[in-house]
């Protein structure tokens, strides 16, 4: 189980308060950057690509100069653990963060009032649409489930006047394609050339 980025920074202030990054090593900042990396991939999708776009592709792990990327993970780990603080000050759940981020389609955001209240009523209506649980769930019934919170997700977000469109790909949509057939409880990975 990986810890999550508020967990992974309590841990580095409490072990090096503000000399982190004179004090963190090179190995440090990577299994600091793989954990946190780790739980973003099962938590919150914006987060991935966050931590992707700051540290992952196109940043160089240069061991012979560590200082840089010491210095960037440690910073993108602070900008995540901030930026969920400020989520949980908000009191959004688990799934409440992960809907605010997917609209959002980044991270981090100033979770924008209407963004919030869109988040709030969308994962309401993730949980509510969700079917009895059972093991002998198939793709059929999953793709009716997508069609039916999509659908909830426009008609709410034209409430609350949150930019979301499904015409063509985009982060939003492409999250939601991504992440909502984990909580149906089925691995499907087509959901965006499935939709009807």
């Known amino acids: 189980m ?3 980025p508020v967990e992974l920074q309590q841990d580095v202030v409490a072990r090096y308060g503000a000399d982190a990054e004179v004090k963190v090593s090179f190995q440090e900042a990577r299994d600091l950057y793989d954990e946190a ?15 992707a776009e700051q540290c992952g592709y196109a940043f160089q792990w240069d061991e012979e100069n560590p200082k840089p ?4 993970v440690l910073g ?3 900008e995540l653990a901030d930026h969920l603080r400020r989520g949980r000050e908000l009191e959004l759940n688990r799934l409440e963060q992960q809907v605010i981020d997917t609209l959002w389609g980044w991270v981090p955001h ?3 009032e209407n963004y919030v209240a869109c988040a709030r009523e969308v994962s309401k209506a993730i949980v509510r649409l969700l079917p009895p649980e ?3 769930k198939t793709e059929e019934e999953y793709v009716a489930y997508y069609n039916k919170v999509i659908a909830e997700v426009k008609q709410l977000a034209q409430k609350h006047d949150v930019d979301f469109d499904t015409s063509d790909y985009n982060l ?3 999250y939601f394609y991504e992440w909502l057939s984990d909580e149906y409880g089925i691995i499907f990975d087509d959901a965006w050339d499935r939709e009807v």
């Open 2 to 4: 990986f810890r999550s």
């Open 37 to 51: 990396l780790g739980w973003a991939n099962s938590h919150d999708i914006a987060m991935q690509d966050y931590w």
């Open 69 to 72: 990327i010491i210095r960037k």
């Open 76 to 78: 993108a780990l602070k």
């Open 110 to 112: 100033d979770y924008p």
């Open 134 to 136: 059972r093991e002998d």
């Open 172 to 174: 939003s949509a492409g």
